[in-house]
Protein backbone atom coordinates (compact mmCIF):
# COMPACT_ATOMS: atom_id res chain seq x y z
CA UNK A 1 0.00 0.00 0.00
CA UNK A 2 1.15 3.19 -0.86
CA UNK A 3 0.49 7.32 -0.16
CA UNK A 4 1.16 8.12 -3.69
CA UNK A 5 4.68 9.67 -2.54
CA UNK A 6 7.76 8.92 -4.12
CA UNK A 7 10.89 9.94 -2.61
CA UNK A 8 13.05 9.21 -5.58
CA UNK A 9 14.75 11.44 -7.97
CA UNK A 10 11.50 13.81 -9.20
CA UNK A 11 10.44 13.37 -13.15
CA UNK A 12 11.79 9.96 -13.11
CA UNK A 13 9.33 8.41 -10.56
CA UNK A 14 5.30 8.41 -10.57
CA UNK A 15 3.16 11.31 -9.62
CA UNK A 16 0.99 11.04 -7.20
CA UNK A 17 -2.16 8.79 -7.37
CA UNK A 18 -5.40 10.38 -9.95
CA UNK A 19 -2.91 13.65 -10.34
CA UNK A 20 -2.10 15.22 -13.52
CA UNK A 21 1.46 15.02 -14.40
CA UNK A 22 3.71 17.46 -12.60
CA UNK A 23 5.02 20.42 -14.68
CA UNK A 24 8.50 20.53 -15.52
CA UNK A 25 10.75 21.87 -12.86
CA UNK A 26 12.39 25.52 -13.24
CA UNK A 27 15.33 25.24 -15.27
CA UNK A 28 14.51 22.36 -16.70
CA UNK A 29 15.33 18.54 -15.14
CA UNK A 30 18.40 17.72 -13.80
CA UNK A 31 19.43 21.94 -13.45
CA UNK A 32 21.06 22.29 -10.20
CA UNK A 33 19.20 25.33 -9.72
CA UNK A 34 16.02 23.04 -9.43
CA UNK A 35 13.94 24.67 -6.99
CA UNK A 36 10.78 22.73 -6.80
CA UNK A 37 9.95 22.35 -3.08
CA UNK A 38 6.71 20.20 -3.90
CA UNK A 39 8.82 17.37 -5.21
CA UNK A 40 11.98 17.78 -2.66
CA UNK A 41 12.42 14.47 -0.95
CA UNK A 42 13.73 16.21 1.60
CA UNK A 43 10.99 18.55 2.45
CA UNK A 44 8.76 17.81 5.32
CA UNK A 45 5.83 16.02 4.78
CA UNK A 46 3.56 17.99 7.02
CA UNK A 47 4.80 21.62 5.85
CA UNK A 48 2.27 23.75 4.25
CA UNK A 49 2.46 23.28 0.22
CA UNK A 50 3.38 27.27 -0.39
CA UNK A 51 6.11 29.47 0.89
CA UNK A 52 5.04 32.67 1.82
CA UNK A 53 6.95 36.10 1.62
CA UNK A 54 6.19 38.70 3.51
CA UNK A 55 5.21 41.63 1.76
CA UNK A 56 7.34 44.86 1.72
CA UNK A 57 5.60 47.16 3.62
CA UNK A 58 4.11 50.28 1.85
CA UNK A 59 5.13 53.40 3.60
CA UNK A 60 2.85 55.42 5.61
CA UNK A 61 0.81 52.19 6.55
CA UNK A 62 3.01 51.01 9.45
CA UNK A 63 1.48 51.08 12.85
CA UNK A 64 2.72 53.50 15.53
CA UNK A 65 5.87 52.31 17.22
CA UNK A 66 5.20 51.93 21.14
CA UNK A 67 7.52 52.95 23.51
CA UNK A 68 8.20 51.78 26.61
CA UNK A 69 7.04 54.34 29.73
CA UNK A 70 9.38 52.88 32.30
CA UNK A 71 12.29 53.13 29.73
CA UNK A 72 12.11 56.41 29.12
CA UNK A 73 12.35 57.12 32.80
CA UNK A 74 16.04 58.15 33.91
CA UNK A 75 16.69 56.28 37.05
CA UNK A 76 17.58 57.66 40.43
CA UNK A 77 21.04 56.74 40.15
CA UNK A 78 21.29 58.85 36.55
CA UNK A 79 19.95 61.91 38.28
CA UNK A 80 23.08 61.28 41.03
CA UNK A 81 25.47 60.93 38.92
CA UNK A 82 25.15 63.51 36.52
CA UNK A 83 25.39 66.46 38.59
CA UNK A 84 28.06 64.74 40.93
CA UNK A 85 30.07 64.37 37.58
CA UNK A 86 29.39 68.42 36.66
CA UNK A 87 30.56 69.41 39.83
CA UNK A 88 33.28 67.32 39.84
CA UNK A 89 34.33 68.33 36.85
CA UNK A 90 33.55 72.12 37.52
CA UNK A 91 35.72 72.11 40.63
CA UNK A 92 38.84 70.66 38.79
CA UNK A 93 38.45 73.15 36.06
CA UNK A 94 38.25 76.03 38.58
CA UNK A 95 41.03 74.59 40.60
CA UNK A 96 43.05 74.21 36.97
CA UNK A 97 42.08 77.93 36.62
CA UNK A 98 42.85 79.58 39.35
CA UNK A 99 46.50 77.32 39.89
CA UNK A 100 46.89 78.94 35.98
CA UNK A 101 46.13 82.57 37.11
CA UNK A 102 48.24 82.17 40.34
CA UNK A 103 51.41 81.35 38.29
CA UNK A 104 50.67 83.60 35.98
CA UNK A 105 49.28 86.21 36.87
CA UNK A 106 49.95 88.13 33.20
CA UNK A 107 46.96 85.23 31.74
CA UNK A 108 44.02 87.29 33.93
CA UNK A 109 41.69 89.36 31.95
CA UNK A 110 42.23 93.12 32.67
CA UNK A 111 38.89 94.67 33.43
CA UNK A 112 38.17 98.16 32.27
CA UNK A 113 40.42 100.93 30.55
CA UNK A 114 43.22 102.58 32.11
CA UNK A 115 42.85 104.57 34.95
CA UNK A 116 41.33 107.94 35.28
CA UNK A 117 42.40 110.44 37.82
CA UNK A 118 40.04 111.09 40.09
CA UNK A 119 39.03 115.37 39.99
CA UNK A 120 41.58 118.21 42.12
CA UNK A 121 38.43 118.09 44.91
CA UNK A 122 38.08 114.59 45.28
CA UNK A 123 41.63 113.69 46.32
CA UNK A 124 40.98 115.33 49.47
CA UNK A 125 44.51 116.63 49.88
CA UNK A 126 45.77 118.24 53.14
CA UNK A 127 44.89 121.50 52.01
CA UNK A 128 41.59 121.03 50.67
CA UNK A 129 38.40 121.85 52.65
CA UNK A 130 37.99 117.71 53.50
CA UNK A 131 42.01 117.77 54.65
CA UNK A 132 41.06 120.76 56.98
CA UNK A 133 38.31 119.38 58.53
CA UNK A 134 39.42 116.19 59.31
CA UNK A 135 42.46 117.64 61.10
CA UNK A 136 40.67 119.82 63.10
CA UNK A 137 37.65 117.51 63.92
CA UNK A 138 39.46 115.84 66.70
CA UNK A 139 39.62 119.33 68.51
CA UNK A 140 36.52 120.69 68.29
CA UNK A 141 33.61 119.53 71.30
CA UNK A 142 30.16 119.86 72.21
CA UNK A 143 29.81 121.69 75.79
CA UNK A 144 26.64 120.72 77.68
CA UNK A 145 25.54 122.79 80.92
CA UNK A 146 22.82 122.40 83.25
CA UNK A 147 20.90 125.52 83.80
CA UNK A 148 17.82 127.00 85.24
CA UNK A 149 16.21 126.38 82.07
CA UNK A 150 17.44 123.08 81.45
CA UNK A 151 20.77 121.66 79.54
CA UNK A 152 22.22 124.35 77.17
CA UNK A 153 24.31 123.63 74.43
CA UNK A 154 27.10 125.42 72.87
CA UNK A 155 30.54 124.34 71.12
CA UNK A 156 34.13 124.20 71.99
CA UNK A 157 38.14 123.89 71.06
CA UNK A 158 40.77 122.14 72.72
CA UNK A 159 43.46 124.80 73.31
CA UNK A 160 46.40 122.74 75.04
CA UNK A 161 46.77 119.18 75.70
CA UNK A 162 46.35 119.50 79.43
CA UNK A 163 42.82 120.17 78.92
CA UNK A 164 41.73 123.96 78.73
CA UNK A 165 39.13 124.40 76.25
CA UNK A 166 38.07 127.68 75.10
CA UNK A 167 34.51 128.70 74.41
CA UNK A 168 31.77 131.55 74.72
CA UNK A 169 30.66 133.27 78.17
CA UNK A 170 26.96 133.08 77.01
CA UNK A 171 27.52 129.18 76.65
CA UNK A 172 28.38 128.92 80.34
CA UNK A 173 26.72 131.45 81.85
CA UNK A 174 24.25 131.02 84.52
CA UNK A 175 25.06 127.56 85.21
CA UNK A 176 23.85 125.55 87.96
CA UNK A 177 25.91 122.50 87.69
CA UNK A 178 29.67 121.46 86.40
CA UNK A 179 29.78 121.10 82.04
CA UNK A 180 30.56 118.17 80.03
CA UNK A 181 32.08 118.25 77.34
CA UNK A 182 31.41 115.45 74.36
CA UNK A 183 34.19 115.03 72.14
CA UNK A 184 34.45 114.20 68.38
CA UNK A 185 34.54 110.22 69.11
CA UNK A 186 31.51 110.36 71.06
CA UNK A 187 33.21 110.04 74.74
CA UNK A 188 31.95 112.58 77.56
CA UNK A 189 34.05 114.08 80.31
CA UNK A 190 32.95 116.27 83.32
CA UNK A 191 34.56 119.68 83.02
CA UNK A 192 35.10 122.81 85.10
CA UNK A 193 35.14 125.82 84.82
CA UNK A 194 38.31 128.04 85.11
CA UNK A 195 37.12 131.49 84.53
CA UNK A 196 35.34 133.54 82.15
CA UNK A 197 35.01 137.08 80.92
CA UNK A 198 31.57 138.09 80.16
CA UNK A 199 32.40 141.63 78.36
CA UNK A 200 34.21 139.17 75.86
CA UNK A 201 32.20 136.48 75.85
CA UNK A 202 35.15 134.43 76.57
CA UNK A 203 35.14 131.35 78.90
CA UNK A 204 37.84 128.73 79.39
CA UNK A 205 37.13 125.41 81.15
CA UNK A 206 39.21 122.06 81.42
CA UNK A 207 38.85 118.42 81.42
CA UNK A 208 41.33 115.90 82.08
CA UNK A 209 41.53 113.32 79.60
CA UNK A 210 44.57 111.58 77.86
CA UNK A 211 45.74 112.04 74.37
CA UNK A 212 44.11 115.48 73.68
CA UNK A 213 44.80 117.03 70.73
CA UNK A 214 44.99 121.26 70.56
CA UNK A 215 43.99 123.04 67.63
CA UNK A 216 46.85 125.18 65.52
CA UNK A 217 46.30 129.15 65.98
CA UNK A 218 46.37 131.11 63.50
CA UNK A 219 46.85 135.28 63.12
CA UNK A 220 43.80 137.26 62.89
CA UNK A 221 45.31 140.49 61.90
CA UNK A 222 46.72 138.21 59.20
CA UNK A 223 43.36 137.53 57.03
CA UNK A 224 41.81 139.26 53.82
CA UNK A 225 37.91 139.50 53.12
CA UNK A 226 37.39 136.86 50.67
CA UNK A 227 39.94 134.51 52.29
CA UNK A 228 38.09 130.39 52.55
CA UNK A 229 36.66 129.86 56.23
CA UNK A 230 35.14 126.92 57.81
CA UNK A 231 32.84 127.07 61.00
CA UNK A 232 32.77 123.99 62.76
CA UNK A 233 30.76 123.02 66.01
CA UNK A 234 27.30 121.48 67.45
CA UNK A 235 24.24 123.87 65.57
CA UNK A 236 20.99 122.62 66.80
CA UNK A 237 23.03 119.69 68.39
CA UNK A 238 24.01 118.11 65.21
CA UNK A 239 27.41 117.86 66.67
CA UNK A 240 30.79 117.79 64.05
CA UNK A 241 28.97 120.11 62.13
CA UNK A 242 31.57 121.20 59.06
CA UNK A 243 30.27 124.70 56.83
CA UNK A 244 32.17 126.34 54.37
CA UNK A 245 32.38 130.34 53.77
CA UNK A 246 34.22 133.18 53.03
CA UNK A 247 35.57 136.42 55.53
CA UNK A 248 32.98 138.66 54.51
CA UNK A 249 33.95 141.48 56.27
CA UNK A 250 37.02 142.51 58.84
CA UNK A 251 36.55 144.65 62.18
CA UNK A 252 33.09 144.50 62.02
CA UNK A 253 32.30 146.23 65.63
CA UNK A 254 29.67 144.47 67.70
CA UNK A 255 27.97 145.60 70.58
CA UNK A 256 26.01 142.40 71.85
CA UNK A 257 24.31 141.28 75.17
CA UNK A 258 21.27 139.98 76.52
CA UNK A 259 18.84 142.00 78.81
CA UNK A 260 19.68 142.47 81.75
CA UNK A 261 23.20 141.18 80.79
CA UNK A 262 26.62 142.66 80.07
CA UNK A 263 27.20 144.48 77.16
CA UNK A 264 29.69 142.76 75.06
CA UNK A 265 32.06 145.01 72.61
CA UNK A 266 34.32 143.26 69.76
CA UNK A 267 35.09 144.19 66.32
CA UNK A 268 34.33 140.60 64.82
CA UNK A 269 35.42 138.92 61.96
CA UNK A 270 32.73 138.47 59.67
CA UNK A 271 31.79 135.18 57.57
CA UNK A 272 29.18 133.62 55.39
CA UNK A 273 29.44 130.24 56.47
CA UNK A 274 26.43 128.54 58.32
CA UNK A 275 26.60 129.57 61.91
CA UNK A 276 23.27 128.52 64.30
CA UNK A 277 22.51 128.23 67.82
CA UNK A 278 24.39 125.92 69.03
CA UNK A 279 27.75 127.35 66.86
CA UNK A 280 28.73 129.32 70.01
CA UNK A 281 32.32 128.86 71.17
CA UNK A 282 33.40 126.69 68.47
CA UNK A 283 36.36 127.43 66.26
CA UNK A 284 35.81 129.72 62.77
CA UNK A 285 39.57 128.00 61.00
CA UNK A 286 41.11 129.09 57.59
CA UNK A 287 42.59 127.31 54.64
CA UNK A 288 45.21 125.80 56.27
CA UNK A 289 42.87 124.34 59.19
CA UNK A 290 44.23 127.55 61.81
CA UNK A 291 41.65 128.79 64.35
CA UNK A 292 41.22 131.99 63.70
CA UNK A 293 38.50 133.02 65.52
CA UNK A 294 35.24 132.26 67.95
CA UNK A 295 32.04 131.91 66.51
CA UNK A 296 29.89 134.32 68.90
CA UNK A 297 26.90 135.62 67.27
CA UNK A 298 24.26 135.89 64.11
CA UNK A 299 22.55 138.43 62.75
CA UNK A 300 18.90 137.37 62.46
CA UNK A 301 15.21 138.41 60.77
CA UNK A 302 13.34 137.37 63.73
CA UNK A 303 11.79 139.42 65.76
CA UNK A 304 13.19 140.06 68.98
CA UNK A 305 12.91 136.89 71.39
CA UNK A 306 11.93 134.21 68.28
CA UNK A 307 14.26 132.20 67.53
CA UNK A 308 16.99 132.96 65.04
CA UNK A 309 18.79 130.97 62.09
CA UNK A 310 21.37 131.67 59.73
CA UNK A 311 20.85 134.33 56.85
CA UNK A 312 24.55 134.19 55.90
CA UNK A 313 25.53 136.34 59.03
CA UNK A 314 27.98 135.19 61.46
CA UNK A 315 30.53 137.04 63.40
CA UNK A 316 33.50 135.36 65.14
CA UNK A 317 35.77 136.82 67.95
CA UNK A 318 39.54 137.38 66.34
CA UNK A 319 41.52 134.53 67.78
CA UNK A 320 44.41 137.22 68.87
CA UNK A 321 42.04 138.48 71.16
CA UNK A 322 40.20 135.33 72.09
CA UNK A 323 44.12 134.19 73.15
CA UNK A 324 45.14 137.11 75.29
CA UNK A 325 41.74 136.68 77.44
CA UNK A 326 42.76 132.62 77.42
CA UNK A 327 45.76 133.08 78.56
CA UNK A 328 44.54 135.94 81.28
CA UNK A 329 42.34 133.61 82.45
CA UNK A 330 44.17 131.06 82.88
CA UNK A 331 47.22 132.72 84.29
CA UNK A 332 44.91 134.95 86.59
CA UNK A 333 41.59 134.08 86.41
CA UNK A 334 40.58 136.91 85.03
CA UNK A 335 41.04 139.30 81.92
CA UNK A 336 42.06 142.98 81.43
CA UNK A 337 40.10 145.20 79.57
CA UNK A 338 42.07 147.31 77.24
CA UNK A 339 41.29 151.26 77.29
CA UNK A 340 41.78 154.54 75.74
CA UNK A 341 41.13 156.70 78.91
CA UNK A 342 38.17 159.02 77.70
CA UNK A 343 34.63 158.86 77.83
CA UNK A 344 32.91 158.89 74.62
CA UNK A 345 29.89 160.66 73.39
CA UNK A 346 28.14 161.27 69.81
CA UNK A 347 29.60 161.56 66.62
CA UNK A 348 31.34 164.57 65.51
CA UNK A 349 28.74 167.32 65.03
CA UNK A 350 29.00 168.49 61.54
CA UNK A 351 31.59 166.37 60.28
CA UNK A 352 29.66 162.82 59.38
CA UNK A 353 32.06 161.06 60.92
CA UNK A 354 34.23 160.26 64.06
CA UNK A 355 32.97 159.83 67.87
CA UNK A 356 33.96 162.95 69.84
CA UNK A 357 35.53 162.35 73.14
CA UNK A 358 33.66 163.82 75.94
CA UNK A 359 36.42 163.64 78.58
CA UNK A 360 39.83 162.47 78.82
CA UNK A 361 40.95 160.83 82.06
CA UNK A 362 44.24 162.46 83.37
CA UNK A 363 47.44 160.59 82.92
CA UNK A 364 45.32 158.14 81.15
CA UNK A 365 46.49 156.82 77.42
CA UNK A 366 44.45 159.43 75.42
CA UNK A 367 45.62 162.23 77.80
CA UNK A 368 49.48 161.34 77.34
CA UNK A 369 49.27 161.09 73.80
CA UNK A 370 47.69 164.90 73.94
CA UNK A 371 44.83 164.39 73.13
CA UNK A 372 41.57 166.83 74.97
CA UNK A 373 38.41 166.99 75.72
CA UNK A 374 35.93 167.37 72.33
CA UNK A 375 38.05 165.66 70.03
CA UNK A 376 37.07 164.26 67.36
CA UNK A 377 38.47 160.45 66.96
CA UNK A 378 38.28 159.67 63.00
CA UNK A 379 40.24 156.70 62.64
CA UNK A 380 42.12 154.10 64.85
CA UNK A 381 45.17 152.46 63.06
CA UNK A 382 43.09 153.46 59.64
CA UNK A 383 39.92 151.91 60.48
CA UNK A 384 36.92 154.63 60.77
CA UNK A 385 34.71 155.13 63.52
CA UNK A 386 31.70 156.54 63.28
CA UNK A 387 29.46 155.64 66.63
CA UNK A 388 31.27 154.99 69.83
CA UNK A 389 31.18 151.58 69.91
CA UNK A 390 33.64 151.50 66.57
CA UNK A 391 35.76 152.86 68.66
CA UNK A 392 35.14 151.05 72.52
CA UNK A 393 34.88 147.28 69.48
CA UNK A 394 38.62 148.60 68.23
CA UNK A 395 40.27 149.42 71.29
CA UNK A 396 39.54 146.17 73.00
CA UNK A 397 41.17 144.38 70.47
CA UNK A 398 44.21 145.28 71.04
CA UNK A 399 46.62 143.90 74.30
CA UNK A 400 47.00 146.47 77.37
CA UNK A 401 50.36 147.98 76.09
CA UNK A 402 49.51 148.37 71.97
CA UNK A 403 50.21 151.48 70.53
CA UNK A 404 48.14 152.87 68.08
CA UNK A 405 47.34 155.56 65.56
CA UNK A 406 44.75 157.81 66.06
CA UNK A 407 43.40 160.07 63.62
CA UNK A 408 41.77 163.49 65.43
CA UNK A 409 40.18 166.27 64.23
CA UNK A 410 40.66 169.42 66.76
CA UNK A 411 38.21 172.51 65.23
CA UNK A 412 39.01 172.40 62.20
CA UNK A 413 42.47 170.84 61.44
CA UNK A 414 43.23 167.18 61.45
CA UNK A 415 46.14 165.93 63.37
CA UNK A 416 47.30 162.27 64.05
CA UNK A 417 48.81 160.90 67.48
CA UNK A 418 50.12 157.53 68.58
CA UNK A 419 48.60 156.30 72.00
CA UNK A 420 49.95 153.51 73.89
CA UNK A 421 46.56 151.50 75.52
CA UNK A 422 46.20 150.60 78.76
CA UNK A 423 44.67 147.81 80.97
CA UNK A 424 41.60 148.92 83.00
CA UNK A 425 41.87 148.90 86.90
CA UNK A 426 38.94 146.81 88.05
Given at each position: MTDGWDWRQPGTGAT?????????PPGGPGSPWWSDALADPWRDPTAPAAVVVPAAPVPGT????????????????????????????AGALGGALG???????????VLGGAPIQPPELAQRRPESLAGVAERVLPSVVTVRVAGPDGTSEGSGFIATTDGYVITNDHVVAGATGPATVVFND??????????????????????????LRPVAFGDSEALAVGDPVLAIGSPLSLANTVTAGIISALDRTMQAGEPGGPTRYYAAIQTDAAVNHGNSGGPLVDGAGRVIGVNSTIKS??????????????????INQAKRITQDIIGTGKARRTVIGAQVGGGGVG???????????????????GLRGND???????????EPTDLIALVRKFAPGSVVVVEYRRGTSRRNASVTLAADVK
Amino acid sequence: MTDGWDWRQPGTGATAAGSSSAPPPPGGPGSPWWSDALADPWRDPTAPAAVVVPAAPVPGTEPEPITDPDSARPRLRHLLIIPLVTALLAGALGGALGYAFAIRGDAAPVLGGAPIQPPELAQRRPESLAGVAERVLPSVVTVRVAGPDGTSEGSGFIATTDGYVITNDHVVAGATGPATVVFNDGSAAPATLVGQDPESDIAVIKVTKEGLRPVAFGDSEALAVGDPVLAIGSPLSLANTVTAGIISALDRTMQAGEPGGPTRYYAAIQTDAAVNHGNSGGPLVDGAGRVIGVNSTIKSLVAEGQEAGNIGLAFAIPINQAKRITQDIIGTGKARRTVIGAQVGGGGVGAGVGVRLVSVEPSGPAASAGLRGNDVIVTLNGRPTNEPTDLIALVRKFAPGSVVVVEYRRGTSRRNASVTLAADVK
